[in-house]
């Protein structure tokens, strides 16, 4: 009986080693090959997510930068529309054609040029003569054939020119003739500097073009693109052929179309139309920070998923190999891992780095946004004034026609307050865009209130919001940044603003007060304030997703610290939120110093 138990016995581990042998096998199979599955769907969906996302973000940066160009380009180019039809009725200009006196012309063109800004005046007699010119080099110069000259006398309006150069460049003149008792005597050209973009677009990573209706391109990024088609321009650097065309697209792992390819390289083209003899102003923009962010993304997935594959390999191994494998070999791998962590830990250090520099980052962007919102407000509040000023000449027209000068006069006086107007809306939104500095002066804070609600203004008028304004008779005098102070002062108006959206009768109470310290009080009817603790922290905010990030009044706290003050908020006693800025007065003697 004994005897065949014996076999037995030795036999059944055999069976029981092999049951478990391949079972495991198989389920380690499986594991592995549900985990690659899942690997490349994640790195796959990821990459298609994420690739839309930021191409989706690139875009509108890039829209709102196109929208920019064409708005500064539209500005200068109307700017300058307006200076022939004042210069053409210069009583100066056109008693020096009538009595050929031009001893006093060029001074004055040159002080005009000063003024207006223009990139150069040119005064021609009717033969086409150059009598006066703020470019003493072309004193004397004919122009006889030259398409300014021949058109303005042919039209009795304002002509605009575009004249290429020998250097393949272009310049752009208006011009326009001048006329005495229907006589012609002369023609007065303006030359717009438009160059001046090329150089501001060049310091960007983005191409841009502007064409003419022809679809031939006048300003340039590469210069040269200038005088051919758009088709033509990206011709001479565009992919060698369509085999390394596609080579770089799938290796973009790109899913959204290719607009357009310059050296090689895809990129993405936008265009807007200018309102100006059917121009047209595109841009070119690489896909390389999409890539950039989308692959650090997918770095650090497929790190992840490396880090699972090699765990779920020496977990399989371990058992399929547990009897065979030395403590020297564990160990080895224990320092692999080991060195895998380090680099990751050495990874997030680096990204923590670059967090606080996109947090100085998107500081700028705040401001930069505000700037965005007023610079739409602006030009919606500089059409008024601009239809206005046609209304005024048209009648200054009429009435010089029916020989009532004096009449006539006052309506220029009109025109010439408008252009005032006009420069001191654009004078506030140009100093609210430029960086303030360091240095700190001694400044009325009655004046910064008012510059905030002069930048506010279009804004304000938008909405029906009643402004109740109390500031004291007597300066109110700190140390500190006109532009910072202006910038804080913006944000707590915007934020109320903001608050009182859902009011039938929204109010905004601005108080500057004079105890210890200098007090700016700027309370609304809003619904108040549902988290003091972390209202002044950064990227905190109550608004929907995309009206704004969180960063205002974390930036208004800090301009404020800086100052030597403090920013505080509360909710008012019967509704809405009381925000506090405190600043030390400037003291007598450090005032007689200054």
Known sequence: MSLPANPDAKRDPTRAERDMTRPLSWRARLALLVLAIFACTTV?????????????????????????????????????????QLLARDPALIGALASSDYSQSTQRLLSFVEEIEAKSLMLLDADGRAVAVSQREQLGSTHRGEPYFVNALRSSDTVFSIIPTEAGAYRFTYSRK??????????????????????????????????????????ATEPRWRGRTEEEALALQSAPSAIER??????????????????????????????FQGWKIASFTTYASVRERVNGVLALEIMGFSILLALAFYSVSRKATSRLVSVRQESAELRQLNARLQR?????????????????????????????????????????PLAAMKTYLAGAKLLLQRKRPDEALSSFQRIDDL????????????????????????????DAVKGALTMMEPQLRRRTVEISKTLPQEPVMV??????????????????????????????????????TATLTVRDNGQGID??????????????PGDGVGL??????????????????????SKGAVFDVQLPLLEASAEAAE
């Open 479 to 516: 140390m500190g940044d006109a532009l910072r102070i202006e910038q804080v002062i913006i944000n707590l108006l915007r934020n109320a603003l903001d608050a009182t959206q859902a009011e039938a009768e929204p109010r905004i109470d601005i108080l500057l007060s004079v105890g210890e």
């Open 531 to 544: 988290d003091l603790d972390e209202l002044f922290e950064p990227f905190y905010t109550t608004k929907r």
């Open 246 to 275: 596609a080579i770089w697209a799938a290796g973009d792992w790109t899913n959204q179309s290719v607009d357009a390819y310059i050296s090689g390289r895809a990129v993405m083209r936008l265009e807007n139309r200018l309102p």
């Open 44 to 84: 796959w969906l990821t990459n298609s997510l994420l690739t839309e996302r930021f191409t989706e973000s690139t875009k509108n940066r890039a829209e709102l930068r196109l929208a920019l160009y064409a708005g500064n380009l539209m500005s200068e180019i109307q700017r300058n529309s307006i200076v022939p």
């Open 344 to 384: 990751e830990i050495a990874e997030r250090e680096r990204v923590e780095k670059n967090l606080q520099s996109a947090e100085q980052t998107l500081a700028q962007s705040s401001k930069l946004a505000a700037l965005g919102e007023m610079s739409a407000a602006v030009s919606h509040e500089l059409n008024q």
């Open 419 to 446: 252009i005032g107007r006009m420069g001191a809306i654009t004078r506030q939104l140009k100093s609210y865009a430029r960086k303030s500095g360091d240095v700190l002066e001694p400044l009325d804070l009655r």
């Open 178 to 219: 001048i006329e005495f008792n229907a006589l012609t005597l002369g023609v007065i050209v303006v030359e717009v500097d438009l160059r001046q973009f090329e150089l501001s677009w060049a310091g960007i990573s983005d191409a841009v073009i502007v064409t003419n209706s022809e679809g031939t391109v006048i300003l």
């Open 552 to 573: 205002g009044l974390a930036i208004s706290s800090g301009i404020v610290k800086d100052l030597g003050g403090r920013l505080t908020a509360r909710n008012a006693a």
